[in-house]
């Protein structure tokens, strides 16, 4: 086989040469082997134990150390909000208690009052609802609800105070008692707090105060730049027209309230059945009395003007006052009463009518009742009426005396002068010594109008003449704008 040496290239010990034969390198490859040396089987064993040991505590970093402080004190500022919503929410939730809201109420009416139940409610707007409000006299509000604001809330938890908005009472009735009981405390309520601007009454009925029909909406208000509650309006809501009144409360229970009324196609209460265009009054009221230091209404047939008191004495009530105008059209008020649906607008009319002329009134006014609704419904006004222009349609007087007879006697009168006293009231018109003249002609009588336009009476017509006087006497029929004459 060869030589027994081996072919393998060797450095033998104890020599510093080698024994290397060039021609064996070809026969050899040298071979990479994987093989942990000392110190990386130290390492592997220092991972094992590290891994098989139990965990280290490290040191807490500078940043883990902010974490822990910043969390700390945003607990604390919870905590102290906490604390102080639950201190101050105390005195807001015994105020809007029922116990809290009758003690609110009670001491800006002056009177005790009752609350069945009050609730906060977010939705649709955050409001409180005071339920079932009961006072004196049989006074019943049925509901109040008291609008507020975010804002005011939480200003209100600052500040420990019952912050609220406008106050809102549902629909109710008042009798005049009660509402002048409310109309008295008007100025105690500027106790409420200053937050509460506006107390509104969405529709209110006043049953027996004939001089207010239907509903109204009752607004007060602070004044303007004051702490004080000092302007009521009160705007009727079911009427054709608009109808306003303003009312300033009495400086003390027993002292006197003063009002305005403006209105626009307004029938009043009381009185003719007639839709005023316009009307204003101003005057003062208490619990006994009501004067109204002056009126004017208008129409198309004219304005009236006037004043009037109606007091409480010893037997019941009493309305004395007058009204005036220097400018009552016949013609215009005959088709006015002949067809009030129209009352608003201008005659479209050209048709004439049996009477004409312009009337100057001057009417006192009087009435008694045992309450003063009933005086007003019993009114009466008289007075003395004169007639300017004064034509008669339909009849020549003076051709009806000198012939004796009504009949074939039509034409037209007319009069220089016409004097005559009226008594209007609920029940129609009562004209007396009616007195007018033309020449030689005289004419006199007296004659009614009702309800239902129906004209009675008689009238004497008579002409003098150097032969004589003729006279005739004529009975007057039919209705005020269609009249027949026997």
């Known amino acids: 086989m060869g030589s027994n040496e081996s072919k393998?290239?060797?450095?033998?010990?104890?020599?510093?040469?080698?024994?290397?034969?060039?021609?064996?390198?070809?026969?050899?490859?040298?071979?990479?082997?994987?093989?942990?040396?000392?110190l990386d089987a130290q390492e592997v064993r220092a991972r094992a134990s590290v891994d098989s040991g139990p965990p280290s505590v490290r040191r807490f970093h500078r940043d883990d150390l902010r974490r822990v402080i910043g969390w700390l004190l945003g607990l604390a500022v919870l905590g102290g909000i906490v604390w102080a919503g639950a201190r101050l929410a105390?005195?807001?939730?015994?105020?809007?208690?029922?116990?809290?809201?009758?003690?609110?109420?009670?001491?800006?009416?002056?009177?005790?009052?009752?609350?069945?139940?009050?609730?906060?409610?977010?939705?649709?707007?955050?409001?409180?609802?005071?339920?079932?409000?009961?006072?004196?006299?049989?006074?019943?509000?049925?509901?109040?609800?008291?609008?507020?604001?975010?804002?005011?809330?939480?200003?209100?938890?600052?500040?420990?105070?019952?912050?609220?908005?406008?106050?809102?009472v549902a629909p109710t009735e008042l009798t005049g008692e009660q509402a002048l009981k409310l109309l008295q405390a008007v100025r105690r309520a500027s106790r409420l707090s200053a937050a509460v601007s506006t107390i509104r009454f969405e529709s209110v009925a006043f049953p027996d105060l004939v001089l207010m029909p239907g509903r109204y909406e009752v607004v007060v208000r602070r004044g303007v730049g004051q702490r004080e509650f000092d302007a009521v309006t009160a705007s009727r809501?079911?009427?054709?027209?608009?109808?306003?009144?303003?009312?300033?409360?009495?400086?003390?229970?027993?002292?006197?309230?003063?009002?305005?009324?403006?209105?626009s196609q307004w029938q009043a209460g009381v009185g003719p059945a007639v839709v005023w265009s316009e009307a204003t009054a101003q005057g003062d009221f208490s619990a006994g009395r009501l004067q109204v230091e002056s009126f004017s209404v208008g129409a198309r047939f004219g304005n009236l003007n006037g004043s009037a008191l109606v007091e409480q004495d010893g037997q019941g009530w009493r309305l004395t006052g007058t009204a005036r105008s220097a400018d009552v059209a016949i013609e215009e008020l005959i088709r006015y009463l002949a067809s009030p649906a129209g009352a608003?607008?201008?005659?479209?009319?050209?048709?004439?009518?049996?009477?004409?002329?312009?009337?100057?009134?001057?009417?006192a006014l009087a009435g008694a009742g045992t309450t003063a609704a009933e005086a007003l419904r019993r009114a009466v006004a008289s007075g003395p009426v004169s007639v300017s222009g004064a034509t008669w349609a339909g009849m020549n007087l003076g051709l009806a005396?000198?012939?004796?007879?009504?009949?074939?006697?039509?034409?037209?009168?007319?009069?220089?002068?016409?004097?005559?006293?009226?008594?209007?009231?609920?029940?129609?018109?009562?004209?007396?010594?009616?007195?007018?003249?033309?020449?030689?002609?005289?004419?006199?009588?007296?004659?009614?109008?009702?309800?239902?336009?129906?004209?009675?009476g008689a009238i004497r017509s008579e002409v003098a003449s150097p032969r004589g006087v003729a006279g005739v006497d004529i009975r007057l029929g039919g209705t005020v704008s269609a009249p027949t004459y026997q």
């Open 344 to 363: 608003d607008a201008p005659a479209e009319s050209t048709a004439s009518t049996p009477f004409r002329g312009i009337a100057k009134i001057d009417l």
């Open 90 to 168: 105390g005195p807001v939730r015994a105020a809007i208690s029922p116990k809290g809201v009758e003690s609110q109420i009670g001491d800006a009416l002056g009177f005790p009052v009752s609350v069945r139940a009050t609730e906060l409610r977010l939705l649709p707007s955050p409001r409180l609802v005071v339920s079932d409000v009961i006072g004196q006299g049989g006074l019943r509000l049925p509901e109040i609800s008291v609008n507020f604001n975010w804002r005011d809330a939480l200003h209100g938890l600052r500040s420990s105070n019952w912050v609220l908005g406008e106050a809102r």
């Open 237 to 263: 809501l079911d009427a054709r027209g608009q109808t306003e009144f303003e009312i300033k409360p009495p400086m003390s229970p027993d002292g006197k309230a003063e009002f305005r009324l403006f209105a």
């Open 401 to 456: 005396a000198t012939q004796g007879s009504a009949i074939g006697a039509g034409g037209m009168t007319r009069l220089t002068d016409l004097d005559l006293v009226a008594t209007g009231s609920a029940d129609g018109l009562v004209v007396r010594n009616l007195a007018g003249r033309a020449g030689s002609l005289r004419v006199r009588g007296g004659f009614s109008v009702d309800r239902q336009l129906q004209l009675r």
């Open 8 to 38: 393998h290239s060797h450095v033998e010990f104890g020599t510093t040469r080698s024994r290397w034969d060039p021609d064996a390198g070809a026969d050899f490859a040298i071979t990479t082997v994987n093989v942990p040396d000392r």
